[in-house]
């Protein structure tokens, strides 16, 4: 099975930064996509950033320019940079990854359990 850990989630002001992390462990033959989503209280999930194997990145543009993510492949881990936080950022942040687990080419969609990111005016 594959794992994913958020951490570095916390509490901060307006305009202040934080770094989360999403280290994905367990059986993995390589990592197509891995990303953040966000969800606030009564609000749906939405796409905030993802990062493909290549390199290629796409943002919400919510975040553009403010938020920038990076991956460590040897590491297997994620990194979103939260710079120029504002109130509206607080939400519920969820590492995803799709992988493949074997060389047979099957992916396979996963999700950490989510780090609060408070953003206090």
């Known amino acids: 099975q594959v794992q994913l850990v958020e951490s570095g989630g916390g509490l901060v002001q307006a305009g202040g930064s934080l770094r989360l992390s999403c280290a994905a462990s367990g059986s993995i033959f390589s990592i197509d996509f891995m990303g953040w989503y966000r969800q606030a209280p009564g609000k749906q999930r939405e796409l905030v950033t993802t990062?493909?194997?290549?390199?290629?990145?796409n943002y919400a543009d919510s975040v553009k320019g403010r938020f920038t993510i990076s991956r460590d492949s040897a590491k297997n881990t994620v990194y979103l940079q939260m710079n120029s936080l504002k109130p509206e950022d607080t939400a519920v942040y969820y590492c995803?990854?799709?992988?493949?687990?074997?060389?047979?080419?099957?992916?396979?969609?996963?999700w950490g359990q989510g780090t609060q990111v408070t953003v206090s005016s």
């Open positions: 995803h990854a799709v992988v493949q687990k074997t060389a047979a080419g099957l992916r396979y969609s996963y």
């Open positions: 990062i493909s194997t290549g390199g290629g990145t």
